[in-house]
């Protein structure tokens, strides 16, 4: 990535959200473009062209900000981002960033180069397999004490079992409430990281690889339910 003291004159811009929803709606880029258009109309500058990379924040593929990327490097542009905080942690992004040859600014943090960005794609990359590898401790461990972390039939076994089935709810309910307890330390990190919202934490659970009891991703309303269970059970 080039690096250089003062900004071109011009600037393409990288929005990003991360939901298809959140696209459709405009939710977040609001606030990304109007710090994209006060950083620009501070420095005397131009902004050519604007790419919005609609994605799931599982992904690694970004088609929007490679677009970007071209069109900045053809022009002489330099990449802008309205907060680099909140991609710090994504190692796909920095790493696209960090060899792409292009000029990059962030309007939080003007002052980040090639240094910054190569250490920050190295710790996110660590974290990402951190916590990847504690997680799959976490539940080795507690699938070792007898808890059963996936059973795509059990709500067809309640339904089968009608009122005899007391006991197997009670089960289900006892596994459930272990799997949450499991999950507990990740989601104090997540919170503690500033991800408030369902949408938000869910979000970020898909990031870090980390899936539901039943093997698949998050969304508001099981995120939802995992935290109602855990404000039952702590």
């Known amino acids: 990535m080039v690096r250089e ?3 071109s004159l011009k600037l393409v811009a990288y929005e ?4 298809a929803r959140q696209g459709r709606s405009g939710l977040g880029l609001e606030a990304q473009r109007k710090a994209i258009d006060a950083f620009a109309a501070e420095r005397a500058v131009t902004v050519l062209a604007r790419f919005t990379e609609v994605e799931s924040g599982g992904r690694n593929d970004r088609p929007e900000l490679k677009q970007a990327l071209d069109l900045a490097r053809l022009t ?3 990449l802008v981002i309205a907060k680099l905080d909140r991609l710090s942690r994504n190692a796909a992004f920095l790493l696209t960033l960090q060899g792409s040859g292009v000029r990059f600014v962030a309007c939080d943090m003007p002052e ?3 240094l910054t960005v190569g250490i920050m794609a190295l710790v996110a990359q660590q974290e990402r397999e951190a916590i990847s ?3 799959k401790e976490a539940l080795a461990a507690a699938k070792a004490r007898g808890v059963k972390l996936g059973n795509p039939n059990g709500a067809a076994a309640l339904r089968r079992a009608g009122e005899g089935g007391v006991a197997l709810r009670q089960t289900v309910a006892s596994n459930a409430d272990e799997f949450a307890q499991t999950l507990a330390p990740v989601l104090g990190s997540i919170r503690a990281e500033g991800h408030a919202t369902f949408r938000a934490i869910a979000e970020e659970l898909n990031v870090r ?3 539901t009891r039943r093997g698949g991703g ?6 939802r339910n995992l935290l109602e269970r855990l404000g039952r059970v702590l």
């Open 209 to 211: 690889g980390i899936q």
């Open 218 to 223: 998050w969304h508001v309303s099981n995120v």
């Open 133 to 135: 590898r504690r997680t």
């Open 16 to 19: 990003r959200v991360s939901t």
């Open 112 to 114: 980040a180069n090639d």
């Open 76 to 78: 002489g542009a330099t």
């Open 5 to 7: 003291t003062a900004l």
